[in-house]
C-alpha cells in the first residue's frame, strides 16, 4: 500500500507565497517521476509540474518563472514552491508519483488527497 500526504496548502494574497510538500510512504521500491497537478471546479486537472528522479523538470507555462519543483529522494518527498501568486493559481493541488512497489511490478501512478490552495484579497 502507498500512500501520498500533501501539506503546506491555504489562503495566500496576491503576490504571496506557499509552499507545497508531499511525502510518499508504503511499500515503495523505486519513485520515476513526481509532479503537481492542480483543478478547477468544472475544468480538468492540469499538469502543473514534474520531476524526474534525475532532477529533470517540467512546467506548464502559466506557471514558469513563478513556481518552482523540486524533491529529496532520500524522503520521497517532492515539494512545489509558488511565489507571485495570482488569484488565477487557486484550485486543489495535487500530487503525483509515478511508483514501483517491487521490483518486478510495473509502475504506476499513485495521487494525493488534494490540498486547496486560494489566493485572494
Known amino acids: 500500500q502507498v500512500q501520498l500526504v500533501e501539506s503546506g496548502g491555504g489562503l495566500v494574497q496576491p503576490g504571496g507565497s506557499l509552499r507545497l510538500s508531499c511525502a510518499a510512504s508504503?511499500?515503495?521500491?523505486?519513485?520515476?517521476?513526481m509532479g503537481w497537478y492542480r483543478q478547477v471546479p468544472e475544468k480538468q486537472r492540469e499538469l502543473v509540474a514534474t520531476?524526474?528522479?534525475?532532477?529533470?523538470?517540467n512546467y506548464t507555462d502559466s506557471v514558469k518563472g513563478r513556481f518552482t519543483i523540486s524533491r529529496d529522494n532520500a524522503k520521497n518527498t517532492v515539494y512545489l514552491q509558488m511565489n507571485s501568486l495570482k488569484p488565477e493559481d487557486t484550485a486543489v493541488y495535487y500530487c503525483?508519483?509515478?511508483?514501483?512497489?517491487?521490483?518486478?511490478?510495473?509502475?504506476?501512478?499513485?495521487w494525493g488527497q488534494g490540498t486547496q490552495d486560494t489566493v485572494s484579497s
Open positions: 520531476i524526474t528522479n534525475g532532477g529533470s523538470t
Open positions: 508504503g511499500t515503495i521500491f523505486s519513485i520515476n517521476a
Open positions: 503525483n508519483a509515478n511508483i514501483k512497489t517491487r521490483s518486478f511490478y510495473r509502475t504506476r501512478d499513485y
